[in-house]
């Protein structure tokens, strides 16, 4: 695939238009906003009908759609979608699209693999192979998109109305790329979904949570906290000793200030590591010294019961444990849920389908030398 193609899905409509209005196209301008159009409906250029077919194959010459094709999909019986994700350059991410009462949430991979080295996830496992454009982040919602309203038992039209950056990789650490994403994502013409629709998770990279907050996005930031001491985070969480907790949530506070947008702070209870009622206690005494106790910077606690992991060696507390954790908090005055678990029959941690796709394909690549070896 040539490089020196332009990545057409990661333009905004006005950039379309400066592109597509110079030559060699020299189309009209309105050409713009139909090509925009066509390309966040997850269209390909042939499928493009009201343009001119000699436009259609000069784009298709000139330009690329990365938009990733489905190698796999899980359905749970919770009615989850797990998506396995190829890109164009063969490599692999994974999606969760989820059923909620008020409607389709699809969690989304910011990057193949992961160098942020949690202990807990399955992700960081190989580490980090590279960054995704904005168009391969926007292309696993178009393609989830697509394939729900080809479903013979999806209502027609049915929208994906919500998006959570918590899959494969770390958005902070593809920042620029994210937030075009956020840009196309929200943009009149495309998908149009509200940026209040939309959650960012952080391990914590400081100086760009400060970053964040400069550009006063109305999305919601979600910190991946998981321990309240920094003895604790730093055994799971490596990016704790970069950027240790007083730091990040100096740095949540500022946020809160700058945007006025809650703050969710994300708690993986893990057995034996951080799940007694005293590290509860603990959280909520960190919390309150830094987001105030008295509605002052309003923030929530998820929990999360965590899926297992086989590579991990840790075990997610039982549903008991968690309920417990969670009372503690809520009687101290902490606004704590017990995230709903979904998608556990079809393996819904991510990166585990990645894995197990990068697998295989080392074993094709050594089973295609042995036999040349023969």
Known sequence: MSSSKIDILSLTENEIKEIITAPPYSQPSYRAKQIFEWLHRGAKFDEMSN?????RAQLKETCIIKTPEIERKLVSTDKTIKY???LYDGEHVESVLMDYEYGKTICVSSQVGCRMGCRFCASTLSGKVRDLSASEILGQVLAAQKDINKNANTKAGTRISGVVMMGIGEPL????ETVRFLELLSAPGGLNIGLRHVSVSTCGIVPRIYELAQLELPITLSISLHAAT???RNKIMPINRRYGIDELLLACRDYFDKTGRRISFECALIEGE??????ADTLATLLKQYMGSNGERPFHVNLIPLNK??????????SASVRTFAS???ARGINATVRRKLGSDIDAACGQLRIAAEQ??????????DNRKK
């Open 51 to 55: 343009l001119p077919l000699s436009l």
């Open 84 to 86: 396995l994700f190829r």
């Open 173 to 176: 650490d593809n920042f620029d």
């Open 230 to 232: 920094d003895a604790k």
């Open 274 to 279: 951080n799940d007694t009622i005293s590290d």
């Open 309 to 318: 992991v086989r590579e991990t060696g840790l075990s997610g507390s039982g």
């Open 328 to 330: 503690a908090l809520n």
């Open 360 to 369: 295989m394909a080392k074993k094709e690549r050594a089973k295609i030398y």
